[in-house]
């Protein structure tokens, strides 16, 4: 098994620039999520995902949306970037049921210029 | 609203030295605490999850201890390798509530085992 998987590993955008950063999982995980994490700052969930079709927001959800249309990828797109966007943004994937135990990607570093 | 603190930020210890990071939360109602490590510039590894109704769990040299009422956990690792170094992150999910798939993480303690 892969895991979590994200593409692409580092990004530089400019401002009002739009991306999309990809997320894949193969453990037939049905709840998805996305955070956010600043230097010397705790994670900050943006949007999550308990199945395909259905999502919703996290703390930090301004700037940001996702889709999931299918229960292995959840996309987060970024329209007309900021640069309080700079940020280094992970992906992470659990079973619906019993622990919930999270399970992160590598992460995608972004920043915005 | 839920905060989790973690102390120290930093730390530095001799190789083979026992040792003891803290985390504590300011809600009580978790459903469950979970560590991880980070390494630079990597993602995060689940180390050990602690469900609300158990008191702690082990794993290897890795021991985490729960006490909910007084929300705090603490994360003990023995005989602490170089390999060790790594910035700890402990996260708390709620009971229920709107709120109740989301994490709450501190903000880590950094670890450097010196050989």
């Known amino acids: 098994n892969a895991g979590v998987t994200q593409t692409p590993k580092f990004r530089i955008l400019k401002i009002g620039q739009s991306m999309t950063l990809q997320c894949a999982q193969d453990?037939?995980?049905?709840?998805m999520y996305w955070y956010r994490q600043d230097p010397g700052m705790g994670l900050k969930l943006i949007y999550y995902s308990v199945g395909a079709g259905i999502t919703d927001k996290g703390e930090v959800p301004n700037g940001y949306n996702v889709s999931r249309s299918t229960t292995e990828d959840f996309p987060l797109r970024l329209e007309l970037a900021a640069p309080s966007q700079t940020s280094v943004y992970f992906c992470?994937?659990?079973?619906?049921?019993?622990?919930?135990?999270?399970?992160f990607g590598p992460g995608t570093r972004l920043t915005v210029t | 609203k839920q905060e989790v603190t973690q102390i120290p930020a930093a730390l530095s210890v001799p190789e083979g030295e026992n040792l003891v990071l803290n985390c504590s939360f300011t809600d009580s109602a978790i459903y469950n605490l979970q560590w991880f490590r980070q390494d630079p510039g990597k993602g995060l590894t689940s180390l050990l999850l602690i469900q609300s109704s158990q008191r702690e769990q082990t794993s290897g040299r890795l021991n985490a201890s729960l006490d909910k009422s007084s929300g705090r956990s603490t994360l003990y690792i023995a005989a602490s390798q170089p390999g060790d170094s790594a910035t700890y992150l402990c996260?708390?999910?709620?009971?229920?509530?709107?709120?109740?798939?989301?994490?709450?993480f501190g903000k880590g303690t950094k670890l450097s085992v010196i050989p």
């Open positions: 992470a994937s659990s079973y619906g049921t019993g622990s919930l135990e999270q399970y």
């Open positions: 996260a708390v999910r709620p009971t229920s509530g709107a709120g109740s798939y989301q994490l709450t």
């Open positions: 453990m037939n995980h049905n709840y």
